[in-house]
């Protein structure tokens, strides 16, 4: 099992998006923060006023996007990239193939990036 925080603008935007990826509700700690389950994953999206999101010491402050990412698995690419357009996604990339399978770069409504990746068949 694995637990990954994005940082987001918007909680309450974000969760269609998360949604139309198969993600379900866990819990939800008020308006800027909610725990989304897929199988072993656990995804954290913490709002403005959530502990992740205050200024550090430095006087840097956290905020989306960056190019790490998570990857999730689709089992058709094609399709997950339809229904995420139709619901105003933004892609960072155009599909591309390489040895293992076929992949796509989505940004969540706060500009978090995510993989969408189909694995080529055996």
């Known amino acids: ?8 603008n918007d909680v309450d935007s974000a969760l269609p998006f998360y949604e139309a990826l198969g993600f379900t509700l866990v819990e939800r700690w008020g308006p800027p923060f909610v725990m989304l389950g897929k199988g072993d994953l656990t995804l954290w999206l913490s709002g403005p006023g959530t502990s ?15 190019w790490n990412r998570v990857v999730i698995e689709v089992p058709n690419l094609d399709l997950a990239i339809l229904e995420l357009k139709k619901a105003g996604a933004r892609f960072r990339s155009e599909p591309v193939a390489g040895p293992g399978g076929r992949q796509v770069l989505v940004e969540d409504p706060s500009g978090n990036p995510l993989e969408l990746f189909e694995a080529a068949e055996p």
């Open 1 to 8: 099992m694995a637990t990954v925080r994005y940082l987001v």
């Open 52 to 66: 992740a999101s205050r200024t550090l010491a430095d006087g840097s402050l956290p905020k989306p996007g960056g």
